[in-house]
């Protein structure tokens, strides 16, 4: 139950402290009392009706970026003395 | 959607799970707890225990608000609820989990009590303003991510005056129950290399209150996020770590999680609630500092002190393996009651019934034959 999903800010009520979001392609109205200075077209973590958080961009494309060279180094490792034959998908014991 | 699926692509996938059997050292063992109930249910439904090497395991945690909460605790909900007919509110998690003589909230509803399924927390204080001649009492759970929401409501009812608002407290803290984990592992507890750190608790708390976990303990911990990706990059992260003698606590999740985490949620937290001298946890008993409880300018809220209960002495299911399963020392396969009649329809013990429990997870995605050494199903990734 601590799961949280990410949605779009697609307009706030200042007043209100409260925001309506984008969940795919529903919307859904968040409070917004536990962060600061959210903006329309911000990316909210939702839980149980509150935005915890705003997730970053440009982390999240860092993150992707690093999981992409993470596997390309793989490539390169072909020479391994100990190559492991475990590999996706095979489900294999050896 | 956007944050979602990028995080769940199979070619990337594919392609981590081949660095990681090609770094993972084939003499030695990868132990991982991943803490949380949401990593757990990813590894399960997509297979990712398929995509490592036989030689990294994941362990799965005690990280299930719902599994941990103790018996106790839903028979005093439940006597709340009866024995002063207030309207009991909670989220629809804790509807079904077992109570005392084979009773759950869902039962005494059925039975008459005025007891509700909430989303928000927002909606028990629209219940309470809609019925000013009913108590509405708020049965309040879940770790550092759900505690928050609990505190802008009291704030709120505060804030208003309502006087037919009051809260059941069963907030806990994730630092006390890993502490507690490391602190028993060993030969007769659980084995454990690295720890998969909670991601959604950590946007709240941030990355700093794990130090311990690294410095007092030597076990390396990474902020994982919940999408399959996320979890096979933090566990080669993790691999990484244990391979180069490094013991540190790394962010993987640093698209919401910062070292400091949210402060504004952190301050209403401090003002709201105190830390209780004890809580009970279930499978891993009576915890120092392991939970919160309402402060002191808000004790006329607290749903404990308005309203005292008598209970008897939980009884606990015979034959629930839950307690050992919440410590990481056994599997939902090791308990004999698993699959029959123990299923999510028809839970004897709380690892059956939310989601994110394991007993769940390894019900629903038929994964338990691979508890052992034998994979059979394949990777969904
Ligand atoms: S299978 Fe059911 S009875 Fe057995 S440990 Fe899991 S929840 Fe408890």
């Known amino acids: 139950m601590c799961l949280a999903i990410p949605a779009r800010i697609t307009s706030i009520d200042v007043a209100a402290d409260t925001a309506k979001v984008a969940l795919g392609s529903v919307g859904k109205e968040i409070s917004l009392a536990l962060i600061e200075d959210a903006a329309v077209g911000d990316y909210v973590l939702i839980h149980v009706g509150y935005a915890l958080n705003k997730i970053s961009e440009e982390e999240a494309q860092r993150t992707l970026e690093m999981i992409a060279e993470m596997g390309l180094l793989e490539e390169e490792q072909e020479l391994d003395p100990e190559p492991t034959s475990t590999v996706a998908g095979s489900g294999g014991q050896r | ?381």
């Open chain 2, 1 to 381: 959607m956007k944050y979602i699926d990028e995080f769940r692509d199979k070619a990337l996938a594919r392609r981590l799970a081949e660095t990681i059997a090609a770094e993972a050292h084939p003499g030695r063992d990868y132990r991982l707890m991943e803490f949380c109930g949401g990593h757990t249910h990813a590894i399960f439904r997509y297979g990712v225990q398929h995509l490592m090497p036989p030689n990294l395991r994941f362990i799965h945690g005690p990280g299930c608000p719902v599994c941990v909460l103790p018996m106790a605790r839903i028979d005093h909900a439940i006597a709340l609820a009866t024995q002063h007919d207030v309207t009991l509110c909670t989220y629809g998690d804790l509807m079904r989990v077992p109570a005392s003589e084979r009773k759950s909230l869902l039962k005494a509803k059925a039975e008459g009590a005025d007891i509700r399924m909430i989303y928000s927390t927002q909606d028990v204080l629209r219940i309470a303003r809609e019925n000013p001649d009913r108590q509405v009492v708020f049965f309040a759970i879940g770790f550092e991510t759900t505690t928050p929401p609990t505190a802008v409501a009291l704030k709120s009812a505060r804030a208003e005056g309502l006087t037919n608002f009051s809260v059941f407290c069963n907030h806990v803290l994730t630092p006390s129950a890993l502490q507690t984990i490391l602190s028993t592992a060993g030969p007769d507890g659980v084995q454990l290399d690295g720890i998969l750190g909670p991601s959604h608790v950590s946007t709240l708390i941030g990355s700093r209150p794990y130090r311990f976990v690294a410095e007092q303990f030597g076990v390396p911990v990474v902020i994982a996020g919940f999408e399959p990706l996320d979890v096979m990059q933090s566990a080669l992260m993790l691999v990484r770590q244990l391979n180069e003698g490094r013991c540190e606590v790394e962010n993987q999740y640093t698209r919401a999680v910062s070292e400091e985490g949210n402060r504004k949620a952190q301050a209403l937290i401090d003002e709201v609630f105190r830390i209780r001298p004890e809580f009970e946890w279930r499978g891993l008993g009576f915890l120092p500092n392991s939970a919160l409880a309402l402060a002191d300018a808000y004790a006329d809220l607290d749903a404990e002190q308005r309203f005292p209960v008598e209970i008897a002495p939980a009884k606990e299911i015979k034959g629930c393996e839950c307690p050992a399963i919440l410590r990481g020392v056994k599997t939902p396969t090791d308990c004999k009651l698993f699959g029959k009649p123990c299923t999510p329809d028809n839970p004897m013990g709380s690892c059956m019934v939310s989601s994110e429990g394991a007993c769940a997870a390894y019900w629903s995605y038929g994964r338990f034959r691979a508890s052992s050494a034998q994979p059979q199903a394949a990777s969904r990734l």
